[in-house]
Every structure is written in C-alpha cells, then in structure tokens.
C-alpha cells in the first residue's frame, strides 16, 4: 500500500477488500476488532484523497439480501473510529452502490452492502463469480486487499477481483503475514500451541502440520471430547465428532513417535444440558477427571487441575500459538478455562499469537487487555489455513 500511496490516489476510486465479519446480537457489534484492524487502511487512502469503497462479507447469508446480516450496523461503526461520516450503498453492484460511489468525492469514505447477498461472491463457478467480480470492479480503479480474515476463501472479492484491478495489500494483511511467517520460518522455541473450538475437523490439518514443529500441543474445547473418546474414555454426552477417531487415534501416536508433547484435558467441567447463553442462568457445573465424565453429563469447559496444568505448559515458552476458546466462555460458569489460558499467554515472556474469530473475540470479551498480547490475528480460518502451509487465494491474488 506504500507503493500505491506514494503513486498517488487522489481522486482515485479505491476498493478496500475487508473483513468486517464482526459478532452482532441483533444489530449491535458485540466485538469490533475487526473493524479497528483495518481502520489504518481506510485512514491512510482517504487522507491521500482516495474515493474509498469498503467492501466486505458478514455472516453466511444464502446468496440473497437479508436484514439480519446487513452491513449497516459494521458501516456505522466504521464511521465513528475513523471520526467522519461514512455512506452506506444498500446494494452491492446495483442502482445503490453504482451511485454513491459515483457521488464520492477524495477523502470520503463508503461501505457496500455485504457481498454475500450476491450469488457470485462465493461461487464454485468461475465464469458466476467473474462476472460478479466484472461488477464489482466497475466501481473501482485500484483494489487494496485487506480483509485477512477471507484471504482462505477463493471467492470473487478476494481472489477474481484483484486480476482486473492494480492491487496493493493494505497494513493488516502486511502485518499478518509478517507475525504468522515467523511462526512458520523462524520460530523460537518451546513453540507451544493451545488448540480448542468445537470441531476437531476444523483443526485436524494444523495438527498434521504442528506434529512437526511444535514441541508441545495442548487440546480444550469442544474438540478434547474427540481426543478423549479416542483414548478410550466414557464422554456421557459430550460433543464427539465419531468419525474423525481413526485419524486422531493416528495423530496420537505419531505424537508419541516424534516426541512431541500432546496434552489432553485431564479433569472438565460438566452439567446435565448445555446452559441458556441467553439468560446466562446458573448451570451448576461439578469438576469430574476426565475419565470419569458421568453418562448423562456433557463436558463444557476444561476443569481446575487442567487450568494449572496448562498454564505451568505455557510458562517456558518461547512461542505460543492459541487458537479456539477452552470452553463454553459465553456463560459464565464455563469461562474459567479460556481465562486461564489468556493469563497464562499475558502471563508469560513467551512471543504470544492469537489467532481466530472465536478467541480474538473470547480475549477482548473477557476482560484482557489486547495490549498484553504480542499479537492477536484477524483471522480465524485464514489463520490456521496459513499455518497448515497451503496457498491462500487472496495472498496468492495479491503477490502476482
Ligand atoms: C471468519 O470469520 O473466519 C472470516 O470472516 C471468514 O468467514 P467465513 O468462514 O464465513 O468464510
């Protein structure tokens, strides 16, 4: 974005590629980071006199306009960070957006209605998605890619778009690249991953790529109850994902044979039912060891002995890696695994990245202080995608 800046924008019409994927309870932002993250961005091309078109995708909306996934609330709040107002085009190509943009003058700044609410953003059919991308492109001169945390997904914004633009990689995509390149070129060790969410298909490739070059993995989440099964425990009700035992049966002994530290939960917190994250009512959760989890209970967060011992795991690192929350930490009752984590990250010397929606989110949620952290990823997917080694279209986009 330095080159394109020093080129000049001036009068320029400069589509800005974010991710303004932010969580909402109805139309209020429960966590802005990923605005904040890309207001550098925006700040620096309307200061240089660009026309400045922010687009972006919010939720997974069915290729249709829905209200529930409008980026009104995310434009506005865009708006108030940057301290000027900011227009809001209620269509993505059409009669709305063609003249706002039409209407900018350099320095202003206008955020596009979410581009998920056209089918061709997120096609598997290249000539729809180019011929959404033709569109989008027609509203701009210049393409600056800057929502890191959609540079996963070959989609017409991301990937078609920059091929019919001059195109530049903004700030929060340059940073990005430059923490995560340490985790995968030169890292220093111990290199300590802390890996939790629900599904452990999501996480299954990381693992294949951290089995190694990580010295220590330590499992939570939703995702332990997999692991757990797969050693042979009873789980009650807990989550499980059956038929992904086989392959985590595979990484735990590859675990064994490479010398790499695989730690499993070794007590969690259960209840009879998964609590009302509505009313946040009292769940009464007892502590049980984690091969003692009772038949009509479900696991929802790892249990006090697993707290310390995760911490003592992450306090002679050098480098840790944390993605996916320990627990349930949207209720109360079952938070305690995720702080714990998040202390422990604050609490150590070690370079810390946190990467992923869910546990960006999960840290500025619970209180801590985003400061405390070396680094904390936009991206969730993209993230872990990029560490999984593999070729992400909107990098790929960018560097030709
Ligand atoms: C994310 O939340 O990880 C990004 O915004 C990408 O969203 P997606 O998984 O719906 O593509």
Redesign the pocket.
């Known amino acids: 974005i330095d080159e394109l800046l020093a080129e000049g924008v001036g009068g320029k019409r400069v589509f800005v590629r974010a991710?303004l994927?932010v969580p909402l309870d109805g139309t209020v932002i429960t966590d802005d980071g990923?605005i904040r993250a890309v207001v550098p961005t925006v700040k620096a091309l309307a200061e240089a006199g660009a026309r400045v078109v922010v687009a972006s995708?919010l939720?997974?909306p069915k290729g249709a306009p829905d209200p529930a996934f409008s980026l009104a609330p995310a434009a506005a709040r865009l708006g108030e960070l940057l301290g000027t107002d900011v227009e809001f085009a209620t269509d993505t190509v059409g009669e709305s957006a063609r003249t706002t943009v039409a209407a900018l003058t350099g320095g202003q700044v206008a955020v596009i209605e979410n581009l998920r609410f056209n089918p061709g953003e997120t096609s598997k059919d290249d000539a729809e998605r180019g011929a959404f991308a033709d569109q989008l492109a027609a509203l701009a001169d210049v393409y600056v890619g800057d929502?890191f945390?959609?540079v996963?997904?070959r989609h017409a914004s991301v990937y078609d778009l920059p091929a019919r633009l001059p195109h530049a990689a903004g700030y929060l995509i340059a940073n990005e690249v430059t923490v995560l390149k340490k985790l995968t070129e030169d890292v220093q060790r111990p290199y300590v991953v802390v890996l939790g969410g629900a599904k452990v298909s999501d996480k299954l490739a990381v693992i294949d790529q951290l089995l190694g070059k990580a010295d220590r993995i330590l499992i939570g989440g939703g995702m332990a109850y997999t692991f757990l099964k797969a050693k042979g425990y009873e789980i009650g009700t807990s989550l499980v994902q059956e038929d992904q035992i086989p392959a985590v049966i595979e990484y735990i002994e590859r675990a064994e044979k490479t010398g790499v530290e695989l730690v499993l939960p070794v007590d969690t917190l259960v209840a009879p039912a998964f609590p009302d994250l509505k009313t946040k009512a009292p769940a009464h959760p007892t502590a049980v060891a984690a091969d003692a989890i009772p038949a009509d209970q479900l696991g929802l967060d790892i249990g006090p002995e697993t707290r310390k011992l995760y911490t003592s795991k992450i306090t002679d690192a050098a480098t840790v890696f944390w993605n996916g929350p320990m627990g349930v930490f949207e209720h109360p009752d079952f938070a305690e695994g995720t702080k714990a984590v998040a202390q422990a990250l604050v609490d150590s010397k070690a370079f810390t990245v946190v990467g992923g929606?869910d546990s960006a989110a999960a840290v500025r949620i619970l209180g801590f202080d985003e400061a405390a952290f070396g680094h904390i990823s936009t991206?969730?997917?993209?993230s872990l995608e990029y560490l999984e080694g593999k070729t992400l279209p909107g990098l790929a986009a960018l560097e030709d």
């Open positions: 991710d994927n990923r995708h939720g997974r929502g945390g959609a996963h997904r929606g991206g969730g997917g993209a």
